[in-house]
């Protein structure tokens, strides 16, 4: 069964750092475009970042320059580093796959997500 498990989330001073994982099991991550969104409160689910197995990557504009996505394929998990981080950036984060797709960050086109895993950026 494909299973997706963030990690990582916690509650962070502005300015600061953190380093959430995307664990998969049951298939093979590098066969899959794996996509991190977010959704603060009050507001819709938004796209932060992408990863396609060949190495291309995404990221919203919001994002860009402060947020890396990686991967390890050995260990099937996808990793979203997250610098400089600001209040807005208070979310609940969601990891997502999707079969050999482009890297997209149109949540449609994910069929598998994580349960989420919760960053709040507050001092």
């Given at each position: 069964?494909?299973?997706?498990?963030?990690?990582?989330?916690?509650?962070v001073?502005p300015?600061g750092?953190?380093?959430?994982?995307c664990?998969a099991s049951?298939?093979t991550?590098?066969?899959?475009t794996?996509?991190w969104?977010?959704?603060?409160?009050?507001k819709?689910?938004?796209?932060?970042?992408?990863s396609r197995?060949s190495?291309?990557?995404?990221y919203?504009?919001?994002?860009?320059?402060r947020?890396?996505?990686?991967?390890?394929n050995?260990?099937?998990?996808?990793?979203?580093q997250?610098n400089?981080?600001k209040p807005?950036?208070?979310?609940?984060?969601?990891?997502?796959?999707?079969p050999?797709?482009?890297c997209?960050?149109?949540q449609?086109e994910y069929s598998?997500?994580?349960q989420?895993?919760q960053?709040?950026?507050?001092?």
């Amino acid at each position: 069964q494909l299973r997706l498990v963030e990690s990582g989330g916690g509650l962070v001073q502005p300015g600061g750092s953190l380093r959430l994982s995307c664990a998969a099991s049951g298939f093979t991550s590098d066969y899959y475009t794996i996509a991190w969104f977010r959704q603060a409160p009050g507001k819709e689910r938004e796209g932060v970042s992408c990863s396609r197995s060949s190495g291309n990557t995404n990221y919203s504009d919001s994002v860009k320059g402060r947020f890396t996505i990686s991967r390890d394929n050995a260990k099937n998990t996808v990793y979203l580093q997250m610098n400089s981080l600001k209040p807005e950036d208070t979310a609940v984060y969601y990891c997502a796959a999707r079969p050999l797709g482009l890297c997209s960050l149109y949540q449609p086109e994910y069929s598998y997500w994580g349960q989420g895993t919760q960053v709040t950026v507050s001092s």
